[in-house]
């Protein structure tokens, strides 16, 4: 096993489809969102919002550019259009954040978990990301269009992608004060979640 993976003992989610996947993340992730103030980053169609809902949540806020997700919105759900990395970029406090589909599109990901971390101090933390090759490398990323990073039209961007290893993430939310709770490989057939792990982390007593 190359040390940047996984242990071979973790566990598995599988599915068929990305219903499949939502709900086994459900199941296994998002009880954790009962009666706390949640952050949804890169929140898309609302997939996973209307889910985390189900569980009361004392609010949720969607941050998805170009893309309303498919929720209602009210007094305490809220959706932000914006580039996560230029709205987080002062104090937006969360119980839980939750960020899926987006950590493989950037080249700093661990910046982005810095922010995370001290911007919005949250208790518990759920990623995913897909496996990361070996060698590391860095593939082109281009912006603005479907399936890729999303950003705002003014901002001159590098256009390039550098999926962070899991070791590598776990070892810096440690550093930075949180314990991983648990984790999962994602194989899920006709769906782009596959060769890929979801986790939670949780803040240190």
């Not at 039209?153 to 993430?169: C, D, G």
């Amino acid at each position: 096993m190359h040390p940047f993976d996984h242990p071979s003992d973790t566990a598995t989610i599988v599915g068929n489809n990305i219903d499949d996947w939502a709900n086994s993340i459900d199941h296994n992730y998002l009880t954790v969102c009962r009666g706390k103030k949640v952050l949804e980053i890169a929140s898309f169609d609302g997939k996973i919002a209307r889910r985390i809902l189900q569980h009361n949540p004392l609010s949720l806020v969607m941050v998805e550019p170009y893309i309303s997700p498919d929720v209602p919105l009210s007094d305490n759900i809220n959706h932000v259009s914006g580039d996560i990395n230029l709205w987080l970029s002062k104090p937006r406090p969360a119980e839980v954040v939750i960020c899926f589909g987006l950590l493989y599109h950037l080249h700093n990901s661990l910046h982005l978990t810095e922010l995370i971390v001290n911007y919005c101090n949250p208790e518990t933390i759920i990623f995913d990301n897909v496996v990361a090759p070996h060698p590391l490398q860095f593939n082109h990323e281009p912006n603005n269009v479907a399936g890729s990073r999303q950003t705002t039209t003014q901002w001159k961007y590098a256009p390039f992608n550098l999926v962070t290893p899991f070791f590598i993430i776990n070892n810096s939310l440690d550093h930075m004060g949180y314990d991983l709770v648990k984790s999962h490989h994602l194989r899920c057939n006709e769906f782009g979640k596959s060769n890929s792990w979801v986790a939670e982390w949780r803040k240190k007593r």
